[in-house]
């Protein structure tokens, strides 16, 4: 009989050993697991899988206007995204100023450069993608086209801005609303197929590091390295 229980506890150990053994060969393969009622469940934690429905039309004009809409889209949403970028940009900038002189000047020098970068592209918008381009900088911003300017350059010009909008058929106060606005829901659902197949980046806020800028928010200019300093 000893002898038997001596077999058996051999026997154990080297099952037990064996199963050690397996898990540490394999330790980079192991799943988490939970068990329910004396049963193991493994557990695989899966990448976010994004669902986006596919609208339906009652008519080919529908669908037709759909196609137009989304390639409206796909040309302005880039210039949202430099607008959501350069705003990140201006307010951290201004962040490093003190005075409001040198604050106001920064300004008038950051919308120089906008105008001489983009008023030539941004004439040749239709009144359409003129106002999606409204809806989308709110969309990236969180704020109006009406608002930024407010803010920036005052409420007169803004008024005046809104004004030559408005005889264009385009107004800088439109907010961007997927949940109310048909052709928002359109627009959201076409950014969001853009983002999935890889037509369009999401845009993500900037930041910045401090020590990059000076006290007059410039940026500071770092040497070159010479060869003989890199080793």
């Known amino acids: 009989m000893s002898s038997y229980t001596a077999w058996a506890q051999n026997d154990h150990k ?8 397996y898990i540490y060969q394999n330790k980079d393969k192991r ?12 557990v695989w934690i899966l990448d976010e899988v994004l669902f986006i429905s596919t609208p339906a039309f009652d008519s080919e004009e529908a669908r037709r206007r ?6 409206k889209v796909y040309k302005v949403y880039p210039y949202a995204v430099i607008a959501g970028d350069k705003l990140d940009s201006l307010e951290f900038r201004l962040s490093l100023l003190k005075r409001d002189r040198d604050k106001k ?14 008023e030539e592209e941004l004439k040749r ?3 359409s993608e003129g106002q999606i ?39 800088l106060k439109k907010q961007y609303d997927p949940t109310n606005d048909p052709e928002d829901k359109f627009i959201e659902n076409i950014l969001q197929k853009a983002f999935a197949e890889g037509i369009l980046q ?7 590091n401090p020590a990059d ?6 940026v500071i200019t770092k040497p070159k390295r010479r060869w003989w300093q890199i080793f």
Request: aromatic share 16%; charged share 25%.
């Open 14 to 21: 080297q099952t037990q050993d064996s199963i050690l053994n």
């Open 31 to 42: 799943q988490h697991a939970l068990i329910i009622d004396g049963d193991t469940v493994p």
């Open 66 to 71: 759909y196609y137009i809409l989304r390639r």
């Open 105 to 118: 000047r920064f300004i008038k020098d950051f919308q120089d450069y906008l105008e001489s970068e983009f």
């Open 125 to 127: 918008l239709t009144r």
């Open 133 to 171: 381009l409204c809806k989308l900088i709110y969309r990236e911003t969180g704020m109006t086209a009406y608002d930024l300017i407010t803010k920036y350059r005052g409420g007169l010009r803004a008024f005046m801005y809104n004004v030559t909008a408005n005889f264009y058929e385009i107004s």
């Open 202 to 208: 999401q845009r993500q806020k900037k930041t910045f």
């Open 213 to 218: 800028f000076d006290d007059a928010g410039e």
